[in-house]
């Protein structure tokens, strides 16, 4: 699932990262949405407020919102940037640090005290987006751009060409591959939203603790690829 890159990879290994991470970014959207009403998985939104505010000369507050975008794009930055410095030492395990590095940032904003976050909320966005820009960026990197799990603006409209595409495409090779592609886009759109569900029923009680859940499944999604291989290896 992390360790397969390029041609190596097929559609079980990138249905698998998708559920596991496009599910990370799900709890993560709802969670900074209901902690401190920001958007804290895509920039798209952020744009546009910028330029409202620079219009309505509140530039305090486009400024905030610039700095969101860049840390989304810094994330995105540092996540190859480490990725490239591995490769250069080994070829296996190249995309841990990444990982880690999120599940790590994550657990530590679940564990800040409420008060601090709810008092700085521009940091703690900004920390989130850095984590799904890390993330995208990841993703990205793994499945040659097949994958994206932090926004679905894309994912809708890739969607949406491709079932319009049934009706036209009647090879049994062009089928095949639309109804993969099809069922990986499915496959994001379905767990972004059941992390997203779980996240909005776990806030009214852990409120950032919920993030616990999301640094944990990331964890876990390493451990479990790291024993997929030593198994591979035995057989």
Do not use: W
Not at 55 to 65: D, E, K, P, T
């Amino acid at each position: 699932m992390f360790r397969h890159k390029g041609k190596t990879r097929n559609l079980k290994h990138n249905i698998g990262i998708a559920s596991l991470l496009s599910f990370v970014a799900g709890i993560v959207n709802v969670v900074g949405f209901l902690a401190v009403q920001k958007l804290t998985t895509n920039v798209t939104g952020h744009f546009a407020f910028m330029v409202e505010e620079a219009f309505s000369l509140n530039f305090s507050q486009s400024f905030f919102y610039f700095i969101y975008i860049f840390f989304f794009l810094f994330g995105a930055f540092f996540s190859n940037f480490i990725i490239e410095i591995t490769q250069k030492v080994t070829d296996k395990n190249i995309f841990i640090i990444p990982v880690l590095i999120e599940a790590l940032l994550l657990m530590s904003v679940a564990l800040l005290n409420y008060n601090f976050i709810l008092n700085n909320p521009n940091l703690i966005a900004c920390s989130m987006l850095f984590a799904m820009g890390l993330q995208n960026s990841l993703v990205t990197t793994i499945s040659n751009s097949v994958v994206r799990t932090t926004h679905l603006t894309g994912l809708f409209t890739d969607l949406g060409i491709e079932i319009s595409q049934l009706f036209f495409y009647k090879s049994d090779e062009q089928r095949t591959k639309l109804f993969s592609s099809i069922k990986l886009r499915l496959t994001i759109i379905t767990t972004f939203f059941i992390g997203g569900i779980m996240a909005g029923l776990f806030f009214s009680t852990y409120k950032m603790k919920t993030l616990l859940i999301a640094s944990i499944i990331l964890i876990v999604g390493l451990f479990v690829d790291y024993i997929n291989v030593k198994l591979y290896k035995v057989k």
